[in-house]
């Protein structure tokens, strides 16, 4: 379960996300949506860690993710835009590498095989990271982030640079990790994606939540019944204010 609570982050004197607050339960995919510098990627990076939260407090399966690091990130995978691997391990010893760092190089050993063969890098598994395409890397990042069984998913733009066949193995890996209870934060321009695969949105612009929930419900705020992801969206950003300057 994630939980946000009261979300700032500034970056100096721009206040890059305001007062987000949501939680997801067991089970359930929700997409993060928003125009280019929304603040998407930022909160994604407050989520998992990276950066710190100017104000508010992140729970991951109850865990604070500033004050009970190790036992937040227990459970959480990210999986980033641009996937950062270890370019001089072979695919296979990747996999495994990052199977042990979790304590969990029986899943390894149970599903290593059968994870590569899913993403289509069966015929990779002894050459180099650095030696795979674009779409190959994102794929074994997706494959590092379900090999160590964490509950909480985060995927930043997961579809980008992955062959057809690679994103409908992904969406499907998606829904079957929400099946078996995880729950799965998506970040993602693609609203037709986003309209099939979430159970509900979570609209972002210039760092502030104008909207939350199903299709339906967005439909509803917006009075555009029978209208689709990408005019809902359009016309809930576009009455979005300017960013807040925070006071020195
Ligand atoms: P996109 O869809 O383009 O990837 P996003 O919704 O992920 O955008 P963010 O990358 O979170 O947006 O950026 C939100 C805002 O914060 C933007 O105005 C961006 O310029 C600003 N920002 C992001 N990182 C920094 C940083 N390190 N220092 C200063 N400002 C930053």
Not at 23 to 35: A, D, N, W
Not at 126 to 133: C, D, G, H, P, R
Not at 143 to 161: Q, S, T
Request: charged share 25%; proline share 4%; glycine share 8%.
């Amino acid at each position: 379960m994630l939980e946000v609570v009261g979300l700032v982050k500034e970056y100096k004197r721009f206040r890059a996300v305001d007062d987000l607050s949501f939680t997801i339960g067991r089970g359930e995919i929700v997409g993060l949506l928003g125009p280019n510098g929304a603040g998407k990627t930022t909160c994604l990076r407050c989520i998992c860690g990276i950066l710190r939260p100017t104000f508010g407090r992140i729970l991951i399966n109850g865990h604070d993710v500033v004050t009970d690091q190790a036992a937040a990130k227990s459970g959480l995978a990210f999986v980033p835009e641009l996937p950062s691997l270890y370019e001089l391990l072979t695919v296979d010893e990747h996999l495994r590498f990052i199977a042990m760092c979790f304590g969990t190089i029986e899943v390894y050993d149970r599903m290593g095989e059968q994870l590569l063969e899913r993403y289509s890098l069966l015929d990779k598994r002894n050459e180099l990271v650095a030696t795979l395409s674009k779409g190959m890397r994102q794929k074994l990042s997706i494959a590092c982030a379900l090999i160590h069984n964490a509950n909480v998913l985060l995927f930043d733009e997961p579809l980008i640079g992955v062959d057809p066949a690679g994103a409908h193995e992904v969406k499907s890996e998606i829904s079957r990790a929400r099946d078996a209870g995880a729950s799965v934060l998506i970040s993602t321009h693609l609203l037709d994606t986003a309209e099939r695969l979430c159970d509900r949105v979570i609209i972002l612009a210039r760092g502030v939540k104008v909207a939350e929930g199903t299709l339906a419900d967005l439909r509803a705020m917006s009075n555009m019944e029978g209208a689709g992801l990408e005019e809902v969206f359009l016309r809930l950003t576009s009455e979005a204010k300017p960013p807040p300057i925070v006071a020195p």
